[in-house]
């Protein structure tokens, strides 16, 4: 099992104080090279979930496995090193630089903190249609664009996992699609497991496992077998 959450437990303080809990026990399993999706209401606490496993946010309780080794007690270098190194952050608004080149904004996220120097992913670029965009400033590119350029950066380690929070939100249908069959050939060509927040039932067509979050917990609401290659 690549992510492991084990009785899993977030609350946040109300403005008078009282707490109120959005993550209740929630127990999940995320396979190798499997393309999940999150669904719920706004306000359901996708987000928080989202965080909680890619350990941007600490839980009150419970524990978090990647690859067996419990996030949730390494200190904050040990974390930041297997963020970079093993995790990829997809978000709604891109999070990139406008006034950047496409390749800076792919390549800037390796030269900060301890990460490995990577080669730049021409063959990614490639793939995603981007190879003429390489040096364009990405203030200048579509929505559809950008975020193939965010996921292109997602990818640049070759990270184990990729969260993906709402990463359609601000797209049409056609890019909407598009950015869907990408996470796809991810999961299938590279074997990176996905765990994406939608609230667009639609772009769950090609997810192996739907879950809908709920009262705090994760309730499976779709589920479809695939073949990983390996015996895992
Ligand atoms: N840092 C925070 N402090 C206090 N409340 C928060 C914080 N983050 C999220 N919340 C609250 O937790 C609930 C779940 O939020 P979120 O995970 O963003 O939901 P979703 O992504 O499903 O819309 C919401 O009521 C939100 O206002
Ligand atoms: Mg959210």
Do not use: W
């Not at 496993?53 to 297997?82: C, E, Q």
């Not at 970079?84 to 903190?113: A, C, H, K, R, T």
């Amino acid at each position: 099992m690549l992510l492991k959450l084990e009785k899993v437990s977030k609350s946040f303080y109300n403005p008078d104080g009282t707490p109120f809990t959005v993550i209740d026990n929630l127990d999940l399993e995320i396979e190798e090279g499997s393309f999940n999706a999150i669904t719920g209401v706004s306000g359901s606490g996708k987000s928080t979930l989202l965080y909680l496993m890619g350990a941007l946010l600490f839980p009150d309780s419970g524990d978090i496995y990647l690859d067996g080794v419990k996030l949730n007690s390494l200190n904050d270098s040990k974390l930041s090193h297997i963020r970079n190194e093993e995790m990829g952050f997809i978000f709604q608004n891109y999070n990139l630089i406008d006034g950047l080149s496409v390749y800076d904004n792919i390549i800037l996220p390796q030269l900060i903190g301890d990460s490995k120097k990577v080669d730049f992913p021409f063959e990614l670029c490639q793939r995603l249609g981007l190879e003429g965009k390489i040096n364009t400033k990405v203030g200048l590119l579509s929505g559809g664009e950008k975020q193939r350029v965010a996921i292109i950066r997602a990818m640049v380690n070759n990270p184990k996992i990729i969260f993906a929070d709402e990463p359609t939100g601000n797209l049409d249908k056609k890019n909407t699609q598009e950015v869907i069959e990408l996470l796809h050939l991810l999961t299938k060509e590279y074997k990176t497991s996905i765990v994406m927040v939608t609230h667009d039932l639609d772009s769950t067509q090609y997810c192996h496992k739907v879950y809908e979050l709920k009262d705090g917990k994760a309730i499976i609401k779709g589920e479809k077998s695939y073949d990983t290659g390996n015996s895992k």
